[in-house]
């Protein structure tokens, strides 16, 4: 993976080579030589620069600074959109090739549109520091999109907060819920159709194009991250028809053996059934908060037969039934 968000992490910090230390990496490296970076050496230097402060809010200035940098036509695209709305569809189809850990979703439920964000593999202590850290970086984003016009837009996290919750809105100026279902950045409909006056028609599509061939050329995740976001896929269907996919169709997808997509799992710690388990779990959530939607459908939705089965599941996941979370 291209190593923009490790470089803006070095050069952010007093001493580079402490937060490099243990990942193979030189401050050269990242700096001058822009190499590219895996996965675990991106995780390393994150809980190198951790250790490196005591302020758990020490990520809040690095996630305003991606904010203004993103990664390579990423930045160039998101500020030369010709709207809002559009600017957020190009960060949740390109950010994945930049930090391939985290799988986004956009979806628009009656007059929100909501921008959500969950990983992909376990992260440890780490997960809710580079959970917010995009999320935020997001919020920052869409503040200077709206000319600092910041009323109505709230950011939902899944775990606690790391410092007083009224340091986050101060900070970022927006309302932050905490113990939520889903991590989410929240914002009116309408924000989305806002013309964007610094909109170049030439600079959006020459960076599109730029992003699209960094996408195909950029990071190939392991199988498990790969089968992760083809589960996920499998609910997406508008009509809400799709069923996750049996492992024998999975391997297929994946261009695997079956004996070979269950060895690599169990190299990993991780059982199909577990995997498709935690999908149905995340799209649970996701269709409950849609009003509309009658238990027994979601309960299709995510391939139970029988509604029982569905509730007995929610209660296992989220320690209440769904008629009671809704």
């Not at 809010?57 to 203004?68: L, N, P, S, T, V």
């Amino acid at each position: 993976m291209p190593n923009t968000y490790l470089k803006l992490m070095a050069q952010s910090s007093r001493d580079p080579a402490r937060v490099m230390a243990g990942s193979g990496l030189s401050v050269e490296d990242v700096l001058l030589r822009d190499a590219p970076i895996t996965v675990e050496q991106q995780l390393v230097c994150a809980r190198n620069a951790a250790a490196m402060t005591r302020r758990p809010d020490w990520h809040f200035e690095w996630a305003e600074a991606i904010g203004e940098h993103f990664h390579g036509p990423l930045t160039s695209a998101l500020f030369s959109t010709p709207t809002l709305g559009d600017g957020l569809n190009a960060y949740v189809k390109f950010l994945p090739s930049r930090i391939p850990y985290l799988v986004w979703r956009e979806r628009v439920v009656n007059d929100v549109c909501r921008i959500e964000v969950e990983s992909m593999m376990p992260l440890g202590e780490l997960g809710p520091i580079l959970i917010e850290i995009p999320l935020l970086a997001l919020l920052a984003y869409v503040r200077t999109l709206r000319g600092g016009r910041v009323q109505g837009l709230c950011m939902a996290l899944k775990h606690s907060p790391r410092v007083a919750p009224e340091r986050y809105s101060k900070r970022f100026r927006a309302d932050f819920s905490f113990g939520a279902m889903s991590n989410a950045l929240i914002l009116p409909r309408v924000w989305c159709q806002q013309a964007h006056a610094g909109h170049d028609a030439v600079l959006w599509r020459a960076s599109l194009r730029r992003c699209a061939l960094s996408e195909r050329e950029g990071y190939q995740g392991p199988v498990t991250d790969t089968l992760r976001q083809l589960l996920l896929r499998s609910f997406d269907s508008g009509d809400f028809s799709r069923t996750p996919p049996t492992v024998i169709q999975a391997a297929r997808r994946l261009h695997l053996s079956v004996r070979t997509l269950h060895r690599r799992l169990a190299e990993a710690g991780l059982s199909y059934q577990q995997l498709v388990d935690d999908a149905r779990r995340e799209r649970a959530a996701e269709l409950l908060v849609e009003p509309q939607r009658k238990l027994g459908d979601i309960a299709a939705a995510l391939g139970y037969r029988d509604p029982a089965n569905f509730s007995r599941a929610f209660r296992r996941w989220y320690g209440v039934p769904p008629s009671a979370a809704r």
